[in-house]
């Protein structure tokens, strides 16, 4: 295999600020692995909260970031069939829970699980593509694994039920609609009024604004008992009102972006969903989403990268500055940084 200079945004410690540049470790991949020149690479929550307040399990120096998207330049021994070198794709990194360094987004070369890459499209900018890995695991995991919603399909069959998902416009939201769409249940979401035209753009059949008073009586009256609650934002206001409107649909499963903060109705089992589930453990519905659904969906024009990029150039040593912006908020935009540039 060929050697790459590799270089990574590292933190040194444990709430070290700002992120420092240095040599990135040298790829290697497995079997079942695939190397990315990485041109773009999205920030996430994760990165600041990590940042912020550490996890017992990290060892330092650490690389943060997920979401990538370039060239592959190294394939494992058994994918030569399905990559090859120079192929644009997306990638799902999983160093968050394997501890492989190699295996996170903020450097110029990253590992990823082949069954969390996915080809894209010349017709998509790797800029934009960047916004898609995390959520799409993240809303397959909450849909397919928790919800036990049918497979994506880009001819679905209607199921007769609806979901609510509420924070729509976010970036889990994003893919979350456009997945439950290809999974046959109508949707009703939730955002800000003046991201209600990109949230019914992604496939939403009713969006309500989540800051008008009565916007839970609303929900209750599009909703019926059997239908299905997703909370894409889970901070602790979220989360009561989720289970609020789950409870009165006669309760069920409560798909989580973090742990539960609130005390739930007792008909109510709230999940805090593992985005790497599809690549780790669910391997049937990584099989059938990244594998399967989400190439033929993009290849298609069926599925959107959204939301769309805020992209801040000038490479590793701008991470920072990404992190620092996501921590203060940013509404219907996913943050990206430039490393490489369009291959």
Not at 245 to 253: N, P
Request: aromatic residues 6%; contains cysteine.
């Amino acid at each position: 295999m060929a050697t790459f200079e590799n270089k990574a945004a590292w933190i040194t410690a444990a709430q070290a600020t700002p992120l420092e540049v240095g040599p990135g470790p040298t790829p290697n991949p497995s079997e079942d692995e695939v190397v990315i020149k990485v041109a773009y690479s999205a920030v996430n929550p994760v990165d600041w909260k990590l940042q912020d307040y550490s996890a017992p399990h990290l060892k330092y120096p650490y690389i943060f970031g997920t979401d990538v998207a370039g060239n592959v330049v190294a394939v494992g021994s058994g994918l030569a069939s399905r990559f090859t070198v120079g192929q644009r794709v997306i990638g799902h990194c999983d160093g968050l829970l394997s501890g492989k360094p190699t295996n996170n987004g903020f450097q110029l070369y990253s590992t990823c699980k082949e069954i969390l890459v996915s080809p894209i499209p010349h017709s998509l900018p790797l800029a934009n593509a960047a916004v898609l890995p995390l959520s799409i695991s993240t809303a397959a995991s909450a849909l397919f694994l928790e919800l036990q919603a049918p497979l994506p399909s880009l001819n679905p069959k209607p199921t007769g039920k609806r979901i609510l998902i509420w924070g729509g416009s976010s970036s889990v939201g994003s893919s979350a609609i456009q997945l439950a769409v290809a999974a046959g249940l109508e949707v009703v979401a939730t955002a800000r009024s003046v991201n209600h035209s990109f949230v019914r753009s992604l496939g939403a059949s009713h969006v309500l604004d989540y800051e008008d008073s009565d916007v839970l009586d609303k929900t209750a009256g599009l909703l019926k008992p059997g239908d299905l609650v997703v909370d894409a934002i889970s901070s602790q206001d979220t989360q009561a009102k989720c289970a609020q409107i789950l409870a009165g649909l006669g309760g069920g499963k409560l798909p989580l972006m973090m742990p539960p903060e609130v005390t739930m109705p007792d008909n109510v089992n709230a999940v805090f969903v593992n985005s790497l589930s599809p690549g780790l453990t669910a391997v049937d519905i990584g099989d059938a989403v990244w594998r399967k659904y989400i190439p033929e969906a993009l290849a298609a024009g069926k599925y959107q990268a959204k939301p769309d990029p805020f992209v801040i150039t000038g490479g590793l040593e701008k991470v920072q500055d990404g992190i620092d912006l996501l921590r203060k908020g940013v509404s219907a935009k996913k943050i990206v940084i430039e490393l490489s540039g369009e291959q």
